[in-house]
């Protein structure tokens, strides 16, 4: 009788959480016509030439992040969250990428970069180069170097821009336009001599010198700027921040040099010099913070009730999901993601899908998961209903594969009823104690809308999506489809670019 009693009221509160309109079939009916009405309409193919390209990647941002971020959201904006839309989900054509490097089953975000930037697939660990290139070793690079979509671009004479809130010279932005042996070359203060006597340079350097008239730069790093020891303008008593560089140069000083007479470029090093600017009177835009993100940005759970001005330069989220999930703290890494929606959802109202593709995609996963047989609308972050029946103790619907929440206490699993799991630094239990965790290595979504999105669809290759991309707007090599009579002229975009790059690294 007991027994029954209790299955009597677990039926009555998992009733309680079905929305009352959910109860009707004719709802879920309605919205499956109202899906195949949406879809009958994409046969009318959008083939216009993009005059504006928007990629938006988010690092580590795996399918299992896309959807917990959904919830997260939807619960955000106090619903259940499972209901809820991403800004991402509303775009009409989704793939899938495949992202192992051509050394690696699971990847880096350095070798991803390369792929889905240059159109190349690459080693792990090299930027901008082919797979002829081995890891740490310079003399390995000359003759191997590989093009980005953004060079592209600029040959066909597009403005461009990169947006991380990473630094600047982290892995997935630098591919766009560095050819490096290895990614951790931020300054020549982290290359080893044999790389400095092989001509090599590093990955500060070519972000002035390779393609020098990148119109927009924002982002973090900017100690690799700056030569040794020189204290940084926002903190001078911390070493840490101090400049790295060993060949004593300025190169924020040589990036404004090396501009063309009579055009203004800026330089900013914080959030409120970046509202501050006229950004219909610069030329050229270079921010750089001192950490990993970019101007006035922190994570994304911190700016979370911020509202975004849509007349301003507002730099999204995103960078960061990857070091919220590589720290086991799936808190930061889900409301990082979150706010990369935000900016979507931002550039998808500034924009029209007439002349604007946006494709919106991760360079690689997580081992991150939830699960746990959770009832609807249970808090993201919360507690499965459940107890294991191996040690008797709760557990979290998030958990990673391995990582630094792995905790033994007193010979057993920690028992996380006695520990604030809700808390933005809790780090989730992993089955695999290390001390960062790693990435996962299956396939990525690729979400796209606008002209030509239609033809990221299906399973493909990570290398596939910059040559989609670039058919698209009739730059790089594969022009012969492009009419250049009807092609439109060059248009202005968040008040100056046209080709705008969001690499959220």
């Known amino acids: 009788m007991k027994a029954l009693l209790i299955l009597l009221l677990a039926q009555l509160c998992s009733a309680s959480l079905v929305p009352e309109r959910e109860k009707d079939p004719e709802y879920w009916r309605r919205q499956a016509q109202e899906t195949l009405q949406n879809a009958l309409r994409l046969q009318r193919l959008n083939q216009n030439v993009a005059k504006n390209l928007i990629l938006f990647l988010g690092d580590g941002m795996g399918v299992s992040t896309v959807t917990a971020a959904r919830i997260l959201k939807g619960q955000l904006q106090h619903g259940q969250g499972e209901e809820s839309l991403l800004e991402m989900d509303k775009f009409p054509f989704v793939a899938l990428a495949k992202t192992y490097n051509t050394n690696a089953q699971v990847p880096d975000s350095a070798g991803t970069a390369t792929a889905y930037l240059c159109g190349v697939k690459a080693n792990e660990g090299t930027l901008g180069v082919s797979a002829g290139v081995t890891r740490d070793r310079c003399n390995t690079t000359k003759g191997q170097e590989v093009t980005s979509i953004l060079r592209w671009a600029k040959e066909a004479g597009k403005a461009v821009g990169i947006v991380t809130t990473t ?48 119109e927009v730069i924002l982002g973090g790093g900017r100690k690799y700027m700056y030569p040794k020891n020189v204290s940084d303008v926002e903190y001078p008593h911390e070493e840490k921040h101090r400049g790295t560089r060993l060949d004593g140069r300025n190169l924020v000083q040589a990036w404004q040099e090396a501009k063309p007479r009579g055009k203004v470029a ?5 959030r409120r010099g970046l509202l501050a600017l006229n950004l219909t009177r610069a030329d050229f835009l270079l921010g750089e913070s001192c950490t990993q993100g970019g101007p ?18 507002r730099v999204p989220a995103g960078g960061r999901i990857d070091h919220g999930h590589h720290e086991g703290k799936a808190k930061q890494a889900l409301h990082e993601a979150v706010e990369l929606d935000r900016a979507i959802g931002l550039a998808t109202r500034l924009t029209s899908t007439q002349d604007t593709l946006s494709v919106v995609t991760a360079d690689h996963s997580h081992v991150f998961t939830f699960g746990g047989y959770t009832p609807r609308g249970n808090p993201i972050f919360g507690l499965a209903p459940m107890q294991s029946d191996v040690d008797r103790k709760p557990f979290t619907s998030i958990l990673y594969g391995n990582g630094p929440g792995y905790k033994i206490v007193a010979g057993e699993r920690e028992n996380v009823s006695a520990v604030d799991f809700a808390h933005a630094n809790y780090q989730a239990q992993s089955a695999v104690p290390l001390r960062q965790e790693t990435h996962g290595g299956e396939d990525v979504a690729v979400f796209a809308r606008g002209p030509m999105a239609h033809l990221l669809h299906g399973v493909h290759e990570q290398n596939y999506i910059p040559h989609a991309m670039a058919y698209a707007a009739c730059i790089g090599s594969n022009r012969g489809h492009c009419n250049t009579a009807a092609r439109p002229a060059t248009p202005l975009l968040l008040p100056f670019l046209s080709l705008l790059l969001l690499l959220l690294c």
């Open 167 to 214: 630094r600047v010279t982290h892995a997935t932005p630098s591919a766009a336009y560095a050819h490096s042996a290895n990614r951790d070359w931020y300054s020549d203060g982290e290359m080893p001599p044999d790389a400095l006597e092989g001509g090599c340079r590093d990955i500060a350097r070519q972000l002035v010198e390779n393609i020098p008239e990148i």
């Open 296 to 313: 006035g940005i922190s994570w994304g759970l911190q700016s979370w009730k911020e509202e975004g001005n849509a007349k301003r330069c």
């Open 266 to 270: 800026e330089y900013v090093w914080h």
